[in-house]
DNA sequence: ACTTCATTGCGTCAATATGACACAATGTAA
DNA sequence: TTACATTGTGTCATATTGACGCAATGAAGT
């Protein structure tokens, strides 16, 4: 079988760097996936609030969630990695395909149309950019800290935003983002978090406060503790944590060994 | 906003109706989103025994899941329906997207060439039926015995295996079938599961052999039953079911307002 | 230096859930 | 009538969970 693809793919992703948004609108026929795009909920935690990345768009109000186009020689999840790479600047990323988004009128055409517009470039009506688009919804898990947040062609920055407090965005991001929320909400009860969201070394109250924010529910101190301990997924450090107003606590790290082996089998019920 | 792929939507049921394979070979270009398909999972419970809906493709010995294509106006989830109604007879099927493949060499255009070729159909090496797809798992639950299995136009017959021992299937179908499973396994910890799947009016030794079929393990008769109660979610009848040989069971039957409500809301563990 | 006080570590206890198993009742077949 | 596999219902020990007590810590205020 041949690989088509192939001698395509370095050039566009030169493009895609070089930030020619022309040469992408003319070229992505060719190179990407027709009809299929992605969009990843890249959540952090910062200051005991759950964010998210978002992108504010060129000519107009709108935000939009980061997102892009598969390569015709490339697999979808790598493509997802390769987003978060580019606006976030970090590899390996925890990521979680939730959801498609499959409805046929998704998208406003002539919003897409009117944005190009006014950066005074003028499509066919018949463009592939207008067409509908099926996409495919991930989140991501990674530490707010080591995030270099980074706007794409087609927006003047990229942020973080308060998971409560959301702007308006484009197209069904918000639904999307809310579906990402209530699926991690969902996976928080059956598997381990805080690997990707916390410091490498973290205490227990950050942690309960990292599980309290994202169930958006306040936690027994004791129990949670209990709880989380029986996992055995944690490793408990020299007690530093020195600047603090009160009593010094103690200095948690992820076992990643069981830590992914909880990841993968879950917790089971029957 | 038009809506382009609307009058090309009816014409293209009747194609595939009509069987016509050629027709649909050479306007499924125009009609389908491309790069796109879906792959459905079908399970079944008889004679104790979890079982997939299977198809046995013409002119070559594997077999392959149902199937299908997105058309350019229709929702993806319907799109799955539609399958699922052309494979089974059955309408408003219970259906779950579980997960996305999208390696791009999933599939080995040589194996469909020899295939068509044998039909006497010779297509051009850059057709689009040769081109990659992303396929979109999907998992049905449906009543075995009001299934009628009907094949497509690429098979001989449709019918259904035992999950436990699959024939050779086409592509990365066995993957997609075997990750179904497991999905399976573990919505069971978290989801009534049983409805749809089972009679109406059921025993409660049927329900936890599905259980044990699904999760592939014994379970104790008084626990299972104890905590299948808690749930809530079931209505004891009168005590027909009268043709066993043995002590008279209890028939039930789901309470579908708190089935509905315990499939939304989960087994929340925080 | 002493006190204050929010916070942390480490418990207890009752209520509930779970796993393992006993026993009587039922209904067909021998 | 008896045998027996199967079903309905229960018990008991153990594990898990929810609610809460209390002493220790350490920076801030006096």
Same mark, same amino acid.
Not at 1 to 10: A, D, L, W
Not at 90 to 93: A, D, E, F, T, Y
């Given at each position: 079988?041949? &690989?088509?693809?192939? #001698?395509?793919? *370095?050039p566009s992703l030169q493009i895609v760097n070089k930030k020619n948004i022309k040469d992408f609108i003319v070229e992505g026929l060719e190179v990407y996936l027709p009809s299929l795009s992605l969009d990843c909920v890249i959540f952090g935690?910062?200051?005991n609030q759950l964010k998210v990345l978002l992108l504010k768009m060129k000519n107009a109000k709108q935000w939009c969630l980061p997102g892009g186009f598969v390569f015709k020689d490339e697999d979808v999840d790598e493509a997802a990695q390769r987003v978060l790479k580019?606006?976030?600047g +970090?590899? @390996?990323?925890f990521l979680q395909q939730f959801n498609v988004f499959g409805k046929p009128r998704r998208s406003d055409s002539n919003f897409h149309r009117e944005i190009l517009r006014k950066d005074g470039i003028e499509l066919a009506d018949d463009?592939?950019?207008? &067409?509908?688009f099926v996409t495919i919804g991930y989140y991501a898990l990674v530490e707010y800290s080591h995030v270099n947040p980074e706007p794409d062609n087609f927006s003047d920055y990229c942020t973080w935003r308060d998971v409560n407090d959301l702007p308006d965005l484009m197209m069904d991001h918000r639904q999307i983002a809310g579906e990402a929320l209530s699926t991690l909400q969902t996976h928080l009860n059956y598997h381990p978090i805080g690997y990707s969201l916390l410091p490498a070394k973290f205490t227990m109250p950050? +942690?309960?406060?990292l599980y309290e924010t994202i169930l #958006? @529910? @306040? +936690?027994? &101190?004791?129990n949670f503790q209990r709880k989380i301990l029986s996992y055995g997924i944690l490793k408990r450090l020299q007690e530093v944590k020195k600047g603090g107003a009160? *009593?010094?606590p103690y200095l948690y790290s992820f076992d990643l060994r069981k830590y992914h082996k909880a990841l993968k089998e879950g917790l089971q019920s029957w």
């Open positions: 079988m041949g &690989r088509p693809g192939e #001698n395509i793919f *370095k935690f910062h200051e580019e606006r976030t +970090l590899s @390996k990323i463009h592939w950019l207008f &067409r509908r950050q +942690l309960q406060k #958006n @529910k @306040k +936690l027994d &101190r004791r009160h *009593k010094a």
